[in-house]
């Protein structure tokens, strides 16, 4: 059974950093490809950032330079750092995994940036 476990949200003030982490379970980590969404009320699900198998990373326009992702195969566990968090930026955040074909999903962590 394939299990994606977020962590790491919680109440930040603009500016501040916050670090997600997402452990899985029933895959096999290091071929599957990983991102983190976000959706905000009233909007649709985005992505924000994904990274491969082999490192390559990519991001959203509006994340860019802000957050970073990255992967640690020994643990299972794919990490979002988020600096100089903006009100906009507030939003459930999803772990997601793209596994032999098949797309799985945590229940998301809740960020909000508000002073």
């Known amino acids: 059974q394939v299990q994606l476990a977020e962590s790491g949200g919680g109440l930040v003030q603009p500016g501040g950093s916050l670090r997600l982490s997402c452990a899985t379970s029933?895959?096999?980590?290091?071929?599957?490809?990983m991102g983190w969404y976000r959706q905000a009320p009233g909007k649709q699900r985005e992505l924000v950032a994904g990274?491969?198998?082999?490192?390559?990373?990519n991001y959203a326009d509006s994340v860019k330079g802000r957050f970073s992702i990255s992967r640690d195969n020994a643990k299972s566990t794919v990490y979002l750092q988020m600096n100089s968090l903006k009100p906009d930026d507030t939003a459930v955040y999803y772990c997601?995994?793209?596994?032999?074909?098949?797309?799985?999903w945590g229940k998301g962590t809740l960020v909000t940036v508000s002073s």
């Open positions: 029933g895959i096999i980590f290091g071929i599957a490809a």
């Open positions: 990274i491969i198998s082999g490192g390559s990373t």
């Open positions: 997601h995994a793209r596994y032999l074909g098949m797309d799985y």
